[in-house]
């Protein structure tokens, strides 16, 4: 098991008996079954996911066993058919062939994200809310690993560490000099942070002990609660680039945060700053995030996510010294990465019983 069961017991809101499988299924069991709500899952998700589906006595699933290979389209349209429930992750698109290829039966999706740019929303708004399809979705339990991770990167990108591991591994570490690998610090600086909700609070929390000077936010609309656990100031977009010396990305996909991050946020900020974004990959026009990088217009960037995933490796981001970029792993620790799941399977089990999700998508 790969997280203590005391860590996931706030989510784990499992109201059903668990149901004892063996071998020997007689036929009234194995009728009753076959009448249970037939449920997809289509990755091999964490084990606290798994066995609560498995114990729960309430579906029946199948899963795509794998989790290195996502489910092929092609199968994931012939799985879905007349299933009541759907259990997916941020590589599937959930759009109107898939909504079309399910059928009437379908009535729950639940998936293993915080983020669902994945949910075509018109589509969804068309195709879901009208039909009574409702949406579960794992938000909050991500917020401590995405925070510790996004620390992680702008620190490794600010102090130039993947450049100094590379320079002592292959021979670049001769004799001490003054200026050589520097970086940029914290201390006293200005940190700016694009959408701020829970994880941008967090990633505020574990930086201010740096001694950063002041926090800044923007968003699209002024958040004063959340605001005032940080001691942030809510600025325009415009003013954000400009005092930022390190930025945070950390809004949702959305039409209107699409490309948000371009040329025109890059030429406003100091040639000294740092870019991080461990949101989504759409929010930046890497075009113009390669063009702000090779020239100077900014000193460095970190990503986490990026577009298309994985990105290729001749893409020329790869070629810069100063951009750090990581195979999306924010929220890739045990213990996290086993509540999603865990949550998931509640939301699942909750909505196909009609009752209250833990976390449910309001569209």
């Known amino acids: 098991m790969w997280c203590s069961r005391m860590a996931l017991r706030r989510l784990q809101w499992i109201a059903v008996t668990p149901l004892n499988i063996t071998w020997g299924l007689t036929s009234n069991v194995q009728r009753k079954m076959s009448t249970l709500p037939r449920v997809y899952v289509t990755r091999q998700i964490p084990p606290e996911g798994l ?3 498995r114990e729960s006595g309430q579906v029946q699933f199948e899963l795509w066993d794998s989790d290195d290979v996502p489910v092929p389209r092609k199968e994931l349209l012939q799985k879905v058919k007349g299933v009541d429930g759907l259990v997916c992750v941020l590589t599937e698109k959930i759009d109107a062939e898939l909504l079309d290829a399910a059928g009437p039966n379908l009535k729950v999706l639940s998936t293993m994200s915080v983020g669902f740019d994945h949910l075509s929303l018109e589509e969804h708004i ?4 009208c039909v009574g399809i409702r949406v579960g979705y794992t938000p909050d339990v991500l917020t401590d690993a995405v925070a510790e991770l996004t620390v992680a990167l702008l620190l490794t990108t600010s102090r130039r560490l993947i450049e100094a591991t590379h320079e002592a591994k ?6 001490w000099r003054t200026l050589w690998l520097c970086g940029h610090e ?3 600086s200005t940190v700016g942070i694009l959408g701020l909700g829970r994880i941008g609070v967090a990633i505020a929390e574990r ?3 740096f001694k950063v000077k002041k926090f800044i936010y923007t968003d699209v609309a002024p958040r004063p609660e959340l605001a005032s656990i940080i001691n942030a100031e809510y600025v325009s977009f415009n003013e954000m680039a400009k005092q930022s010396d390190f930025l945070a990305v950390c809004c949702a996909l959305t039409p209107e945060t699409k490309e ?3 040329k025109d946020l890059f030429s406003k900020m100091k040639n000294t700053s740092i870019f991080i974004n461990t949101s989504r990959g759409g929010v930046v026009n890497q075009e113009d995030l390669y063009e702000a990088l090779s020239t100077g217009q900014i000193a460095g960037a970190g990503l986490d996510v990026t577009v298309p995933e994985p990105l290729p490796t001749s893409h020329p981001l790869f ?3 100063n951009c750090v970029i990581l195979p999306h792993i924010a929220s890739a620790s045990y213990t996290t990465r086993n509540a999603m799941s865990a949550l998931a399977a509640n939301n699942l089990l909750l909505g196909l019983r009609g009752e209250t999700m833990i976390k449910e998508l309001k569209l």
């Not at 068309?126 to 809310?129: D, P, R």
């Not at 292959?170 to 004799?175: D, E, F, N, Q």
């Open 51 to 53: 066995k609560i589906l």
């Open 126 to 129: 068309k195709g879901l809310i």
């Open 170 to 175: 292959t021979g670049g570490w001769g004799t």
């Open 186 to 188: 914290l201390a006293n």
């Open 207 to 209: 930086l201010a002990p």
């Open 260 to 262: 948000i991050c371009n």
């Open 319 to 321: 070629t810069l010294k």
